[in-house]
């Protein structure tokens, strides 16, 4: 990769996030990419049959809260939720790579995603969890043991609720005050890995920044897995946000390598809370 640009070795990745996670100091952030295994659209594909009734080429739209505005100001907003609540249903919950992450002993699971797939994995391994959509919800986030997602566009659950349009997005910051101030305090304190996740949207980018803005360089280096892409913005993109951002990024040929790293990550968590007792005499 060029624009002088180094990216984290896989052993470095590996070493950083095992100990993250030994610090209680890791947070996990699922995009839809995560989702795709389960049988659930990826943003591109969840929005291509409102591009091709809009005739507009999917291949060439990014903006997605964009396209789905389009839609809804053509269609109306209840054509619009039927069709996300429709297309993102799966009776599907056997993922490995997400069962992986998932046990990586986050506290706090942050999504854009509105499908219940860790909550489905999540109650399949008989882990405590307790969802946050909203600011309202908030208020009943209990300091038990039990991991709290935080779904930050909503769930599909609560169609009405959910932020997909443009509308909805540039409301964000008055209709959800709260969570992107708890998204913000965690971003400073802790450490995330981001997976599944393209940062083509500007959520995550804009907390980011006003985190950098008033931290400075203190504030904490976060990690993404992502595939190498052969898009000619692509290496430029993945320096941008490790210096504008302070995202680093592990890259990998194909996701298939994903599960052999989480392993790797658990493995070194586990070797490295294996204690010895005994007395100092007792060794020869």
């Not at 680093?248 to 989480?262: A, G």
Request: proline residues 2%; charged residues 25%.
């Amino acid at each position: 990769i060029g624009v002088n640009y180094m990216p984290i070795s896989r052993e470095d990745f590996v070493d950083y996030i095992a100990q993250k996670i030994r610090n209680n100091e890791l947070s996990i952030f699922l995009g839809a990419g995560a989702s795709i295994p389960l049988g659930i659209p990826s943003w591109k594909d969840l929005m291509a049959p409102l591009a091709k009734t809009l005739h507009l080429d999917i291949s060439k739209q990014y903006d997605y809260y964009s396209l789905a505005q389009y839609y809804a100001n053509q269609y109306g907003l209840p054509d619009l939720k039927r069709h996300i609540g429709e297309a993102i249903f799966s009776f599907e919950s056997d993922d490995h790579t997400l069962e992986l992450l998932l046990k990586l002993s986050a506290q706090t699971i942050w999504t854009t995603n509105f499908d219940s797939s860790i909550e489905c994995i999540l109650h399949k391994n008989l882990v405590r969890y307790q969802v946050v959509t909203n600011d309202a919800n908030l208020a009943n986030v209990s300091s038990a043991d039990a991991t709290t997602i935080y779904k930050l566009n909503g769930d599909c659950h609560d169609l009405d609720n959910i932020v997909i349009t443009m509308d909805d997005w540039e409301a964000y910051e008055q209709t959800h005050p709260t969570m992107i101030t708890f998204l913000k305090k965690e971003l400073v304190s802790s450490t995330f890995l981001f997976y599944g996740y393209s940062f083509r949207d500007n959520l995550i980018k804009s907390a980011l920044s006003n985190i950098r803005r008033f931290v400075g360089d203190a504030c904490n280096m976060h990690f993404s897995i992502q595939r190498i892409e052969d898009d000619e913005d692509f290496q430029y993109r993945i320096n941008d946000l490790e210096v504008r951002y302070r995202v680093k990024t592990l890259l990998v040929k194909s996701y298939d390598e994903v599960p052999d790293i989480l392993d790797e990550i658990v493995q070194k968590v586990r070797k490295n809370n294996v204690f010895v007792s005994g007395r100092l005499g007792d060794i020869d």
